[in-house]
């Protein structure tokens, strides 16, 4: 689905003393199918911004449209593409009401009006997405999981909904390594086979590089870079101006290059970052 | 002197409602003495938590003993004054701001503690400067980003001037600045004010910053070393479902590759210098 941002601006609070401009005149392009990073400091308006793009949010100027339809028209249009959009929140456990997992899981579901079977399968599949077993989670109480347990339960009941756009604030904050790697596989998988439109706001840059094309860079509420991932992420000057930390790969080879050695600097990962030390220092060739 | 906490064969089981209990802690030995700083790190569900509310008393063990400054948690006389000694810091700061203002939050602790009006208004500030949140002391808390409001959290602890800090993935919503702002003054705490820390947290590099580091799985502590030490253990990490911080991941790669680095190599720094010496 293609979402465009056309001078979006939100200002909380207006005509009060506590008075902040959130976003300032954003304009986007999203088309269907992107895998997009969406990073800036804290404040940068990242939060204001996704919650704009599942039309939680009435802007203060400007507009969003899906697929062409602004999001806040009124009609059965709108309202259906707005159900194809699903918001993760920073803190996902607070969405979280219902008396058991399954329920919880079932609940998005079920007020689409599908019918019990349907349901049950989608609920198992959401569980097993985000590495949990549905039959020992299933019936156990919310509020007897851990954090992070909790979390992949609220990431579920969103992704039982289907979704063609997916927006994940903060998704894996809490989250062990482990299930890190589980879950962006199998979200990254698939994001591949349905040609869902994936946003991940993160400031796990590493995670971010291993999964999107195209990191978007928000700082005071404006668009201060987007390109791809490789570009943005290995642009130390940039990162260090916008408060956000340089790759540890990255900052490593820029040191080694400071200090004389001739190296490749945009090599965001450990193995990317190690292959280019070997090479530099003999122990192979390049590209090997 | 005895260490500052001492737990024996903790062990902790709560019911669920169908009759099944869970056992979240079992056979918990550890001791940490006056001022250290402790990593605790471990996958989702290995019971880090529940270990960290057993530190001041907001789980008593259902097996096993705790000791919090030769003060048994066990013991009703004693759970306000373990309180006094042990702050907590939780993953989820929207759960634990409680008043309208940052200033009147942060104030909160102190308050009920009965502190005198004009010290309260001292620690507060000096709470506020220590987190970086001066500007926002007339701020309610709902306005602020996740990052401040954990800040403000942070602070609150402060305000109480305990002297063991239990932080429960404190960093874990927060963006680069406010991370390491967050470790920075824990570390500061630790090493200028010898506040005890036990710090719970996924971001190997963070543990690699603390004095000793703690693994838990499936309910009990499975290594307690140095970090280099634990690092050494690649294998054995990945195998519990942790991985090595980046610099760490690089260095043993290059190793395999038949570049002789030191064991100790944990920071940029220290894999600069190994580099630039070895050719």
Same mark, same amino acid.
């Given at each position: 689905?293609?979402? $465009? ?5 939100? /200002? ?17 392009? /999203? ?39 602004? /999001? ?10 707005? =159900? ?37 399968? $989608? ?92 990191? /978007? ?19 130390? $000057? ?5 408060? =956000? ?11 080694? $290059? ?31 | ?26 056979? #918990? ?8 700083? !402790? ?7 290995? %019971? ?17 003993? !705790? ?63 220590? #987190? ?108 519990? %479902? ?38």
């Amino acid at each position: 689905m293609h979402i $465009r941002v056309e001078n979006l601006t939100h /200002i909380y609070n207006q005509g009060t003393p506590l008075e902040r401009t959130a976003l300032h005149e954003v304009n986007l392009e /999203i088309e269907a199918g992107e895998r997009i990073g969406l990073v800036g400091p804290t404040g940068s308006g990242k939060s204001t911004l996704v919650q704009h793009l599942a039309g939680l949010l009435q802007p203060t100027t400007g507009r969003v449209l899906l697929a062409g339809t602004p /999001i806040h028209s009124k009609g059965a249009t709108a309202r259906s593409l707005r =159900l194809q959009v699903g918001l993760a929140f920073q803190y996902p456990e607070d969405q979280i009401f219902e008396q058991s997992v399954f329920r919880e899981v079932a609940f998005g579901p079920r007020n689409l009006g599908l019918d019990e079977t349907e349901v049950k399968a $989608r609920v198992h599949w959401a569980l097993e997405m985000v590495g949990l077993d549905p039959a020992r989670i299933g019936p156990r109480m919310p509020f007897t999981l851990s954090g992070g347990e909790r979390r992949r339960v609220a990431l579920a009941s969103i992704l039982a909904m289907r979704p063609r756009v997916l927006i994940l604030d903060e998704p894996t904050a809490g989250q062990d390594p482990q299930g890190r790697r589980a879950l962006w596989e199998k979200v990254g998988q698939w994001q591949q086979e349905t040609g869902m439109t994936l946003i991940i706001v993160s400031h796990a840059l590493e995670e971010l590089a291993r999964l999107v094309e195209r990191v /978007i860079a928000l700082r005071a509420g404006r668009v201060v870079a987007d390109g791809p991932t490789r570009e943005v992420l290995s642009d130390a $000057r940039l990162l260090r101006d916008i408060g =956000l930390d340089v790759p540890e790969p990255v900052a490593l080879l820029q040191a080694l $290059r400071q200090a004389g050695k001739d190296v490749r600097t945009d090599r965001l990962l450990p193995a990317e970052a190690a292959a280019e030390i070997a090479s530099a220092w003999g122990l192979r060739r390049a590209g090997a | 002197m005895h260490p500052f906490i001492v737990i024996e064969n903790l062990q902790y089981v709560y019911p669920l409602e169908s009759g099944e209990q869970i056992v979240a802690l079992r056979d #918990v030995n550890l001791s940490i003495e006056r001022g250290e700083f !402790v990593a605790l790190i471990g996958p989702n569900g290995s %019971g880090k938590s529940t270990l960290a509310r057993h530190l001041n008393a907001l789980l008593i063990p259902t097996g096993g003993t !705790v000791w919090v400054d030769g003060l048994r948690t066990s013991d009703p006389h004693n759970v306000w004054a373990v309180r006094r000694k042990v702050g907590m810091v939780f993953q989820n700061p929207d759960n634990q701001l409680v008043a309208t203002t940052v200033e009147e939050d942060v104030a909160f602790g102190p308050e009920n503690m009965g502190v005198p009006a004009e010290e309260i208004r001292q620690r507060v500030d000096e709470a506020l400067a220590i #987190v970086g949140l001066e500007a926002y002391r007339q701020y309610p808390p709902q306005m602020l980003s996740g990052g401040q409001k954990q800040l403000v959290a942070i602070a609150g602890a402060l305000a109480t001037r305990p002297s063991c800090l239990v932080l429960d993935e404190p960093t874990s919503m927060l963006d680069p600045v406010g991370r390491r702002q967050v470790l920075n003054t824990i570390q500061r705490l630790n090493a200028e004010e010898g506040i005890t820390i036990l710090l719970i947290t996924h971001s190997m590099s963070e543990a690699a910053s603390a004095q000793r580091v703690l693994i838990m799985n499936a309910g009990t502590i499975v290594m307690d070393k140095p970090p280099a030490e634990v690092f050494a253990h690649g294998a054995k990490l990945q195998a519990l %479902g942790l991985s090595l911080p980046p610099i760490v991941d690089i260095a043993h790669r290059l190793r395999a590759e038949g570049l002789p680095l030191p064991p100790t190599v944990l920071t940029l720094q220290d894999l600069v210098k190994a580099l630039c010496t070895s050719a």
